[in-house]
C-alpha cells in the first residue's frame, strides 16, 4: 500500500478533520481542510509546535539545527539563516546547479555508450539524482566537492553514510520501536539527550551521520578561517560562509552555539539531498508515463533557446526558468502529487478552536464547521490529503494534471496555506521551509538538463513494474512493490537525443 492511502480514505469518509487513536491511549487530531491548515500553521503557527517525539527524532537525524528548533530558538536560527536564503543570494548558486546537472549528462551518456544508443537502456534513475543533488548541496552549502558524479566514482565516505540511510535507519521498524518513540511524548526532556547513544540500528546510522557532518562543518570553517587570516580565502558566497558570517556579527544575545551551527551543516545537507532527488525521481517517472508531457517541456525548452540564442545570449538563466510555464506547472504538479513528506507533525500548546473550511459531521452526528482542541494534542496535518483536495486541486485531484496550474482562476477560490504554489509540500507559516527557492531552482535546472538530452520512458526489461511510495522517516521513497528489500530505486528506460 502507498503511503497516504489511509489518509486518502478518511478524508473521503470523514471529511477535513477526524480523530485516530494512537500508542497508550493519546489520540491524534488528523486535518486535511484548508482553513483549519491555516489556523494551525500561519493564524497560530508558534502555538502548534512539534510533538516532543518528533522534535526528539529530528534532532536524532538532523542535530539541532533549524528543523529541530522552536519558539524563540527557531527565530534566532531563521534570522541568522535568512541571509543564505534571499532571492539574490540564490542567484549564486545558479552556475552549481548547472555544472552539476550537466555532469550527470555525461555520465549517463557514457553509461549508454556501452549499450544501443538508439533503444531506451535501463537505468536506475534516482542513483544518479541522488549523487546530483549531493554534489550540488555540498558545493553550494560549504563550497566542498563530494565528487559523487566523478567518472571514477572515487570513494567519498559521505555519500556511502548517505546512500539509503533513511532506508536501513526507518524502514519498517518493529512494535517495540514504535512503542518507544511513542512513549517519549510523556519523558523529560534532559532524559530524551541520551537517547541517541543507545545501540539501536537507527541511533547508530544517524549518529554517524551527525558527527561526520558536523566534523566536515568544523574543519571548513576552520580552513576558511585560516584561510583568511593569510589572506588567502576564496570569494565564496556559500550558505555556510555566510552563516558563520551572520553569527560572527550578531549581538551576542542572538548567536548560535557552536553545535547549532554546524548542525545547520547536517540539517542542509539531508533537506536539500535525498528530498530534491526524491521528488525529480518521481517528475521523471511521471514525464515517462506521460510522454506528451514530456515532450511539451522538450518543445518548451527548445523554443527557449531559440530565442534567447537568436538575442546572443549563451546559457538559460533564472528569468528563463520562471518563464518557463509548462515546466514549473509539472513541477508544481509533482509537488502536488507526490509530497516528499506526507504529514507535518504539531501538537496544540493552547486550548484552541479550529475552523473549518467545510462542514463536517461530529461524532454526535451534528454537523460542525469549526471544533475544540485542547491543550497538548498531537496533530497531523495531512499533506497528501490536502494535495488532493477537489475543493482546492480540482475534481481531478487524484490525478496527475499539469495542466491545472495553469488556469489563472485555481488560486483565487484557494486559501492560503503553503509557502509555494499554495502547495502544502515545503510546509507554510514561520515554520515553511526556508530553502524552498534554492531547491525550486535546483529542480528546474536539472530538468532542463535532463529533458533535453534524454528521453524517459517506463522500463521494458523488467516486465511490470509497479512503484510505491514507501513512507521512511521524513520522506516518500520510490521503490519497487514486491522487491522492497532492494531499497530506493526508479528504473526507467533512457535513450540519448542527438
Not at 555566510?242 to 547536517?266: F, K
Request: charge should be negative.
Amino acid at each position: 500500500m502507498d503511503v497516504g492511502e489511509c489518509d486518502f480514505t478518511w478524508f473521503k469518509q470523514f471529511g477535513g478533520a477526524w480523530k485516530v487513536g494512537g500508542c497508550f491511549g493519546r489520540d491524534t487530531l488528523m486535518v486535511a481542510d484548508p482553513l483549519a491548515i491555516h489556523h494551525i500553521l500561519h493564524t497560530q503557527g508558534y502555538a502548534y509546535p512539534k510533538t516532543r517525539e518528533s522534535k526528539t527524532f529530528t534532532g536524532l537525524a538532523f542535530g539541532r539545527g533549524v528543523s529541530w528548533a522552536a519558539d524563540g530558538t527557531h527565530v534566532k536560527h531563521r534570522k541568522l539563516l535568512n541571509p543564505a536564503f534571499t532571492t539574490q543570494s540564490q542567484k549564486a548558486f545558479f552556475p552549481v546547479f548547472r555544472r552539476v546537472a550537466a555532469l550527470l549528462t555525461e555520465r549517463w551518456r557514457e553509461r549508454l555508450q556501452e549499450g544501443d544508443v538508439t533503444e531506451f537502456q535501463t537505468i536506475n534513475v534516482n542513483r544518479g539524482l541522488v549523487d546530483t543533488t549531493l554534489d550540488i548541496i555540498g558545493e553550494a552549502v560549504f563550497d566542498y566537492h563530494f565528487g559523487s558524479l566523478d567518472r571514477h566514482g572515487a570513494a567519498n565516505e559521505f555519500s556511502d553514510i548517505f546512500h539509503n540511510l533513511w532506508a536501513e535507519s526507518n524502514m519498517f521498524p518493529p512494535k517495540p520501536a514504535i512503542l518507544f518513540g511513542a512513549s517519549w511524548a510523556f519523558w523529560p526532556e534532559w532524559i530524551l539527550h541520551f537517547v541517541e547513544y543507545l545501540p539501536a540500528r537507527q541511533f547508530i546510522r544517524f549518529r554517524e551521520f551527525l558527527i561526520h557532518g558536523k566534523r566536515l562543518g568544523k574543519d571548513l570553517i576552520q580552513e576558511k578561517a585560516v584561510g583568511a587570516e593569510k589572506g588567502q580565502s576564496k570569494k565564496t558566497r556559500d550558505i555556510l560562509s555566510i552563516l558563520v558570517d551572520a553569527n560572527e556579527s550578531a549581538d551576542p544575545a542572538d548567536r548560535l552555539p557552536e553545535d547549532e551551527v554546524l548542525s545547520q551543516v547536517t540539517t542542509l545537507l539531508f533537506a536539500g539531498h535525498e528530498t530534491t532527488a526524491c521528488t525529480l525521481t518521481w517528475l521523471m517517472y511521471e514525464l515517462a508515463q506521460h510522454p506528451e508531457d514530456q515532450q511539451r517541456i522538450r518543445d518548451e525548452i527548445a523554443e527557449k533557446r531559440r530565442k534567447f540564442t537568436k538575442n546572443g545570449q549563451k546559457e538559460f538563466n533564472t528569468t528563463d526558468f520562471e518563464s518557463m510555464n509548462f515546466l514549473n506547472a509539472c513541477i508544481k504538479e509533482v509537488l502536488r502529487y507526490h509530497p516528499i513528506s506526507p504529514w507535518v507533525t504539531r501538537e496544540s500548546a493552547v486550548d484552541d478552536i479550529i475552523p473549518l473550511s467545510e462542514p463536517i459531521i461530529s461524532a454526535s452526528g451534528v454537523s460542525i464547521s469549526q471544533f475544540k482542541i485542547s491543550k497538548h494534542t498531537p496533530v497531523l496535518v495531512s499533506t497528501c490529503a490536502y494535495n488532493r483536495h477537489p475543493s482546492v486541486w480540482g475534481a481531478d485531484a487524484d490525478l496527475w494534471n499539469p495542466g491545472r496550474h495553469l488556469d489563472p482562476m485555481l488560486k483565487e477560490k484557494q486559501v492560503p496555506v503553503g509557502v509555494y504554489s499554495n502547495l502544502l509540500t515545503f510546509s507554510g507559516g514561520p515554520s515553511g521551509c526556508i530553502g524552498w527557492r534554492f531547491a525550486l531552482t535546483e529542480m528546474q535546472s536539472t530538468v532542463i538538463e535532463l529533458i533535453e538530452n534524454f528521453e524517459f520512458a517506463p522500463p521494458t526489461d523488467q516486465g511490470k513494474v509497479k512503484m510505491l511510495r514507501v513512507p521512511i522517516g521524513a520522506i516518500m521513497a520510490p521503490m519497487i512493490e514486491g522487491r522492497i528489500d532492494e531499497r530506493t530505486q526508479m528504473p526507467l528506460g533512457v535513450r540519448p537525443l542527438n
